[in-house]
C-alpha cells in the first residue's frame, strides 16, 4: 500500500500540495486557510485522545481497593434476600384458603 511507510506528516504535506495543484485555490483562499485549522485542531485532538487512551489502559489494569469489601458485602446481601424470600412463601401458604368443593 502507497501510505504503509509514510508517517501523519508526510501525508498531510501530499495532501495539501495535491489541493493546492488540483484545486483553484488562491494563495489568499479562506477555504485553504480553514481547511489547514481544521487539520491542526484535527491532530490535537487526536493527541488528546491519545492519551486519554493510555491513561484509561492504566486505569483499567489497576486493582479495584475495595474488591474484597465489595465480595462480602455481596454474599451478605445474597443471604439477607435468601431468608426474605423464605418468609415470603411461607405468608403466601398461610394467606391461600383451600379450595372448596
Do not use: C, Y
Not at 8 to 23: A, N, R
Amino acid at each position: 500500500m502507497l501510505w504503509q511507510n509514510t508517517n501523519v506528516q508526510e501525508m498531510s504535506l501530499f495532501i495539501l500540495l495535491w489541493i493546492k495543484e488540483h484545486t483553484p485555490f488562491r494563495k489568499d483562499s479562506k477555504t485553504a486557510q480553514k481547511f489547514s485549522d481544521n487539520l491542526s485542531h484535527s491532530r490535537e485532538r487526536l493527541e488528546t485522545l491519545k492519551a486519554q487512551l493510555e491513561t484509561a489502559k492504566v486505569e483499567a489494569v489497576k486493582e479495584f481497593p475495595q474488591e474484597q469489601e465489595l465480595a462480602e458485602k455481596t454474599e451478605r446481601l445474597g443471604e439477607l434476600n435468601a431468608l426474605l424470600d423464605v418468609g415470603k412463601s411461607d405468608k403466601v401458604m398461610m394467606d391461600e384458603e383451600p379450595d372448596e368443593k
